[in-house]
């Protein structure tokens, strides 16, 4: 399974993410960032597939059905390297 910057693109998450700058959300080296240190792998998990609001701003990220679960722990896991 690919677990990198090719399933994000396969998904759609490069739509609005981008590795090193913000596009509409934030960078996956922010995201990183923010919860570096955290067991934050199952909380990125559950955004990815149901979405979620209010921790980066006003605009929401919306869900994305077409993200399996292991589809979305390979990307969580990938985006928390960045």
């Known amino acids: 399974m690919l677990a990198d910057q090719a399933l994000a693109q396969k998904k759609n998450c490069m739509a609005c993410h981008a590795v090193e700058k913000k596009i509409v959300g934030p960078s996956y080296k922010d995201v990183s960032k923010k919860y570096a240190g955290q067991n934050a792998n199952a909380k990125l998990v559950t955004k990815i597939m149901k979405g979620g609001a209010g921790v980066w701003g ?4 919306p869900a994305n059905p ?10 969580a896991k990938w985006v928390l390297t960045q």
């Open 66 to 75: 077409q993200v399996s679960q292991a589809e979305a722990e390979a990307l």
């Open 58 to 61: 006003a605009v929401p990220m």
